[in-house]
């Protein structure tokens, strides 16, 4: 079965620095998507990025881009120039893109990031 | 706007007592999926629907029953509430192939007193 680690409960950034949230991940599988959500404080979900395993190209959107590192099992994000709106839960999350699979996603338990003004 | 609707947003139960949470989404998904989310524990499959008339048990089925109504609608039942079940409940949607991940709804808090 395939787990999803975040090992950083909590992380602080100051607003403008960056940061970088880690997820490792366990899987036999050699084809698969990862994403990053984003939980603020209205409780909504919010996917942030997403990538595709078999591409080698990190994926970016904005000031959110991912260290994908596949045979480490390693799916960092990075957020650059930090803002307050980005304080949230952070979650981590993996889908098999298996012939078969049921596409259900299985996520980390989540990292906390605060923003200081 | 087109989406996931989860209803309630709010709901407090006393143990024993049974309801059912409502979710519809309208954009010709395929599959939808019912989770819970605990402090500390991330969001758990609790069941899933990959496509209409069939629904299958995730991680933490106990004490639940799902129905998918039609494409559109996939209820999650509890029987008989207890403390435990305390939590916050997230239905999603998604095409069942490609990357495009899940759309969530809102979000239900219930709580089990």
């Known amino acids: 079965a395939q787990t999803v680690t975040q090992s950083q409960p909590e992380m602080s950034v100051q607003e403008a620095e960056t940061v970088t949230l880690s997820c490792t991940y366990d899987?036999?599988?050699?084809?698969?998507?990862l994403f990053w959500y984003k939980q603020p404080p209205s409780r909504q979900m919010i996917l942030v990025i997403r990538?595709?395993?078999?591409?080698?190209q990190n994926a970016t959107e904005n000031r959110f881009s991912v260290n994908f590192q596949k045979a480490a099992k390693s799916f960092s994000l990075k957020i650059s120039d930090s803002q307050l709106g980005d304080a949230a839960m952070y979650f981590c999350?993996?889908?098999?893109?298996?012939?078969?699979?049921?596409?259900?996603?299985?996520f980390g338990k989540g990292t906390k990031l605060s923003v200081k003004p | 706007n087109a989406g996931v609707t989860q209803t309630p947003k709010f709901q407090v139960l006393k143990t024993g007592q049974s309801m059912t949470l409502q979710c519809a989404q309208d954009?010709?998904?395929?599959?939808m999926y019912w989770y819970r989310q605990d402090p500390g524990m991330g969001l758990r499959l609790i069941y899933y629907?990959?496509?209409?008339?069939?629904?299958d048990k995730g991680e933490v089925p106990n004490g639940y029953n799902v129905s998918r109504l039609n494409k559109r609608e996939f209820s999650l039942r509890l029987e008989s509430a207890a403390p435990s079940q305390t939590s916050v409940y997230f239905c999603?949607?998604?095409?069942?192939?490609?990357?495009?991940?899940?759309?969530f709804g809102s979000g239900t808090r219930l709580t089990v007193v």
């Open positions: 999350a993996y889908r098999s893109a298996m012939k078969g699979s049921q596409g259900n996603l299985i």
């Open positions: 899987t036999s599988e050699s084809d698969y998507y």
């Open positions: 629907s990959a496509s209409e008339g069939t629904t």
């Open positions: 990538q595709e395993a078999y591409k080698q």
């Open positions: 954009m010709n998904h395929n599959s």
């Open positions: 999603a949607s998604q095409i069942q192939t490609g990357n495009y991940g899940y759309t």
